[in-house]
């Protein structure tokens, strides 16, 4: 663990298999956070900055200083197929530490998504590349890049607990965090779940209201 406390990248830590994410199947965001008790669940500001289609990925935690995005390309040149970027901008909506150019590189990295706790720009470019991207909306301005910050580091998004490994999902209805000791339990009581609602839809069907 590099660096002082603020200014630091943590790890290795562990991540959710492939075998673990396709345990959840096709569950939403909102059948996995019904099936933690309606906890998990980031709060509505931040949305979809495009209808993107759902993803579920492992947590690659960025913790950033207000207007400055160094630690997210170190995140970056962390970062493996399949992660989902989750950073923490200490509630700054007046710079986007987020756009086209890093964007590219996380297609290229394999990125599944993006979710940014403050604002990010250059929105059509993100949807031509398709990378699905979560913020509280969009601002021209760009940020610093001088630190500090912290990679892998447990941080809060959208009122949400975060940890590096975590599985996410997300959707047009937002986004849900599990955390990762959690997963293969709540993958469990996902799939049940989705049989009972499947069951539901049934019974409405023939009229049992």
């Known amino acids: 663990m590099p660096g002082k406390p603020g200014f630091r990248v943590h790890g290795p830590w562990r991540r959710p298999d492939r075998a673990l994410l396709e345990a959840f199947g096709t569950a939403a965001p909102a059948q996995v956070a019904d099936c933690m008790s309606r906890l998990g669940a980031m709060d509505a500001g931040i ?22 995005n160094l630690m997210l390309h170190k995140a970056l040149s962390l970062a493996v ?52 991207v979560y913020a509280r909306g969009l601002c021209p301005n760009s940020c610093q890049k001088d630190g500090p910050g912290e990679v892998g580091a447990i941080i809060a998004c959208g009122g949400v607990a975060v940890r590096p490994g975590d599985v996410v999902l997300a ?29 539901r839809l049934e019974e409405i069907a023939q009229g049992v209201l």
């Open 47 to 68: 949305r979809p900055i495009w209808p993107s289609p759902r993803i579920i990925g492992s947590a690659i935690t960025v913790w950033c200083h207000t207007g400055d």
């Open 81 to 132: 197929p399949g992660d989902i970027v989750v950073m923490n901008t200490q509630g700054n909506v007046a710079n986007s530490g987020f756009g086209e150019l890093l964007a590219t590189s996380a297609v290229k990295i394999g990125v599944r998504g993006v979710i940014m706790d403050g604002t990010v720009r250059d929105a059509d470019a993100i949807q031509a590349l398709g990378l699905p």
């Open 171 to 199: 959707d047009r209805d937002g986004i849900t965090v599990v955390p990762l000791d959690d997963a293969a339990e709540v993958a469990q009581l996902s799939i049940a779940l989705m049989a009972r609602e499947r069951q």
